[in-house]
């Protein structure tokens, strides 16, 4: 169930008010909203109801026997037995078939034939996300940040709809308190809630949409047939789609929950502005860089053993960041071109006698530019399907300028300019349009949402392409 | 084990604003803007809901959308709601967006089927004099026509249209896609020479719109069904030969889903014997047994010559990788090749 679509919509209708009715009764709202979590997931393929019931039992059980047990020992094993089970799940549907192929190629190279068979096992949608969650849940018990709740709560903080298939990765300690107490039905903030479901479904419809079919799929799908400026542009729209995509899933998710009366954190914080690679992983997916610092980058020793042990655990988070992306090489040196990018910024501030410079507007612009062109670099591994097509995308770069672009239109670049230019607003402009919103008498707000949903039907395609993250 | 989590029950502030001096509302009016917003958009983009519900599958679902939004297009129009879209579709350059049309050009009768008297004169094409090349279908054809895009590039003689590659369109759903209006415009506008087609993939289905007044059309498979799909490639047919287009058509491959594969048999063998019929006009790529296992059945992985293996088909079982993609833009390109000489202008140079 998508959710700029009809069928969510209905859904929604039905589940909001019914959710606010349950509300004040803890024990008659879990099963519900569990209930229709579950109807939401199994809308995609029934079948991975299951998996997804397993990840919650799995996880509780193991929480609970972590909190449970007093010796060290034994928490230690039912830690690592619960990592096993939720990594080798994720394992098992993700990247059974890449480390197959990869194993036969590799010893292919010396004429070894290996005897595995690959077993064309189809991904089960969110199963990163609700991993991910899952893993920090036990962690977070393991180490006393948390006492475990029972099965009901954690089944809801699991499988809440609003951020089942493609986050925000709400961490335990965000979701579970709010899911445990009832919501105050007498300040809602729908202003905001509607803000940021417009904005969503704006980024994703309109301008996401209109890029990948109008420049990026082309560009990206036969490279050798475009010009340079076809594929620079390409490249950047890209960047815009890759962003527009995420960034108004996540907007869309966290207005639902806040119509549902609950906050989700911040996913994007205007990414392309940032003056460093550092910068950028705390602005882009931050709820991903969040649970990589703290449940992979620390317990890795972080910066706390050393100088060339912080860059390795830099580099191996970042490359396994770039692999729980999607279960290809591609993504791997996507991951590499990012660790890179942080362990040269972190080795350029560490020599000696380096000062940091007050920031200048032209030494900020010039920082934020570069950044930018290291981002889209490294998309290009990211959205090629091979290292081949990215080759090709970066040859290109260079080889055919001069020849005509009939694909770098007005609309593409106005796409690209709003893209970019959203993240360069000053911060007051949407706190003001929602303060200005909420200040609406009822009538007019509905007004203003239907008008807006006007112009966003009218303006994008027909049909809805799936969001980017659903598969990873 | 629960009330340690609990958030510590403070006394609400009276203030009712957020961040930046917003006003926070209640959970009832949380509702009744969302309902009364969203019936009032459904109101305003009446149409195009309308349009959407009749490009659905067959099935209940279609029927309610119908049911709901017929209605609703009639009070939307009645009471002017659905101006304000089409204004902004008519300055959006897309008037026609919300309309649906369903018609299949009939053919008169078809071609002569005799067959020529030797091979057909292959046509040289150059820099000077380039080969115009139309790529479309559904989404099965995206992937190769991309490396045939890529294939072609180094190749100046040949001059290709971007990728026509539509999601969820066929020729069984004119009202989806009109594919007919759009190759029979295509062939009239740009003249291409050389057309590649793919088709079928979302047409193993009973249901079909823009059959005749008076014809009907039983069960997917049945011979009323097989003789309506018939008139439809042979329409597509055709409308490209009498152009004086060549027509490689690719045939469906086999899928993860059994049963989907013989349901794609019915439509291959339609595609087959029509091509049969047009000898030296239109050729038939079969691309079954590319991508079957050493078992004949399907495969998502395969060896390539060197003993790397490859994975050939997505993940869904029915759609290509790109390594199938070029697979089958090499045998396009073979077919091309024998009935277009693309290649003997660059040894005169």
């Known amino acids: 169930m998508l959710f700029p679509t009809a069928t969510f919509a209905i859904f929604f209708m039905l589940v909001l008010p019914l959710s606010w009715l349950l509300q004040p009764r803890g024990e008659r709202w879990r099963p519900f909203i569990i209930a229709a979590s579950f109807v939401f997931y199994g809308a995609w393929d029934w079948r991975f109801c299951f998996l997804l019931a397993f990840s919650i039992v799995w996880n509780h059980l193991l929480a609970v026997g972590i909190h449970r047990s007093g010796a060290p020992r034994h928490r230690k094993v039912l830690l690592v037995t619960a990592l096993v089970g939720n990594l080798g799940l994720l394992g098992y549907f993700k990247y059974y078939d890449f480390f197959v192929t990869s194993t036969h190629n590799l010893f292919a190279l010396v004429g070894v034939d290996v005897p595995l068979e690959t077993r064309s096992i189809v991904l089960p949608v969110g199963i990163s996300f609700f991993t991910f969650m899952g893993i920090a849940y036990v962690v ?49 903030d729908t202003s905001r809630a509607f803000f940021l479901i417009g904005t969503g479904l704006f980024m994703k419809v309109v301008i996401a949409n209109h890029l990948a079919t109008h420049i990026v799929d082309e560009v990206f799908g036969a490279p050798n047939q475009h010009s340079s400026l076809e594929v620079l542009v390409g490249i950047y729209a890209y960047a815009v789609q890759i962003y527009s995509d995420f960034f108004g899933y996540t907007n869309i998710a966290i207005g639902i929950a806040l119509l549902l009366g609950f906050a989700f954190p911040q996913n994007f914080d205007a990414p392309y502005s940032a003056t460093s690679i550092t910068d950028f992983w705390r602005r882009w997916h931050m709820t991903l860089s969040r649970w990589l610092r703290d449940y992979l980058y620390i317990p890795l020793g972080g910066n706390r053993k050393g100088t060339l042990v912080t860059y390795r655990n830099l580099m191996l988070t970042m490359l396994i960041g770039g692999l729980w992306h999607g279960a290809g090489w591609t993504f791997v040196v996507w991951g590499g071109i990012h660790g890179t990018a942080l362990v040269t910024e972190r080795w350029w501030r560490g020599r000696p006698g380096f000062v940091e410079r007050p920031w200048t507007t032209g030494r900020r612009a010039w920082h934020r530019f570069v950044t930018f062109q290291v981002v889209c670099f490294a998309w290009i591994f990211f959205r090629a399907d091979s290292f081949d097509d990215a080759w090709s995308i970066i040859h290109r770069l260079f080889t055919a300028w001069g020849e005509s672009s009939p694909l770098v239109t007005v609309g593409v670049l106005a796409a690209i300019a709003v893209g970019i230019g959203s993240q360069y607003l000053p911060r007051r402009l949407p706190l003001a349009l929602m303060a200005r919103f909420s200040r609406l008498p009822v009538p007019a707000q509905a007004t203003v949402l239907a008008v807006g949903l006007l112009v966003i039907h009218a303006m994008g395609p027909e049909g809805v392409a799936p969001f980017i993250y659903f598969r990873f | ?221 049945s011979p009323s069904w097989r003789a309506e799909y018939r008139r439809r490639v042979a329409t597509v047919m055709d409308t490209i030969t009498r152009s004086g287009g060549y027509l490689v058509w690719i045939g469906l491959p086999i899928s993860r889903d059994s049963e989907q594969t013989l349901r794609f048999d019915v439509m291959n063998s339609i595609a087959q014997t029509e091509a049969a019929k047009r000898p030296g006009r239109v050729a038939y790529l079969d691309t079954y047994f590319f991508f079957a296992g050493d078992n004949g059945g399907y495969t998502q992985y395969v060896e390539d010559p060197t003993g790397k293996l490859v994975k050939m088909r997505a993940d869904d079982g029915i759609h290509f990788e790109r390594p199938a993609g070029d697979l089958i833009a090499a045998k396009v390109l073979d077919k091309l090749e024998e009935r277009y000489d693309l290649t003997s202008w660059r040894k005169r140079r």
Do not use: C
């Not at chain 2, 007919?180 to 062939?187: D, P, S, W």
């Open chain 2, 1 to 221: 084990m629960e009330p340690a989590n609990h958030e510590p029950r403070r006394r609400r502030p009276r203030q009712r604003t957020g961040e930046g001096g917003r006003r926070l509302h209640s959970a009832g009016s949380a509702i009744v803007v969302s309902l009364v917003g969203l019936a009032l958009g459904v109101l305003l983009n009446a149409p195009g809901l309308h349009k959407s519900a009749t490009i659905q599958p067959q099935g209940w679902k279609r029927n309610v959308a119908l049911g709901v939004t017929g209605p609703l297009a009639s009070v939307s129009d009645t009471l002017l709601l659905d101006r304000p879209r089409r204004a902004l579709k008519a300055a959006l350059g897309r008037s026609h967006d919300d309309d649906v049309d369903t018609a299949v050009a009939t053919t008169s009768k078809p071609p002569p089927t005799r067959a020529p008297a030797g091979p057909p004169k292959r046509t040289k094409f150059t820099p000077q004099h380039k080969l115009g090349l139309y790529i479309a279908g559904d989404s099965l054809v995206i992937v190769p026509g991309e490396s045939l895009l890529r294939a072609t590039a180094g190749n100046r003689a040949i001059a290709p249209d971007p990728i026509d590659g539509r999601i969820a369109t066929g020729l069984e759903r004119p009202d989806v896609y009109n594919w007919f209006t759009r190759i029979e415009q295509v062939m009239r506008k740009d003249k291409p020479r050389a057309v590649v087609l793919m088709f079928g993939g979302n047409d193993d289905h009973n249901f079909m719109t823009g059959v005749p007044e008076g014809r009907e059309v039983g069960t997917f498979g």
């Open chain 1, 140 to 188: 977070d018990v393991y180490r006393r940040d948390f006492v475990p709740v029972g099965l009901g709560t954690f089944a809801a903080y699991l499988s809440f709809f609003p951020h089942l298939v493609a986050g925000p990765i709400v961490r335990p300690g965000e979701l579970i308190p709010q899911l445990s107490t009832p919501r105050d039905p007498r300040y809602v």
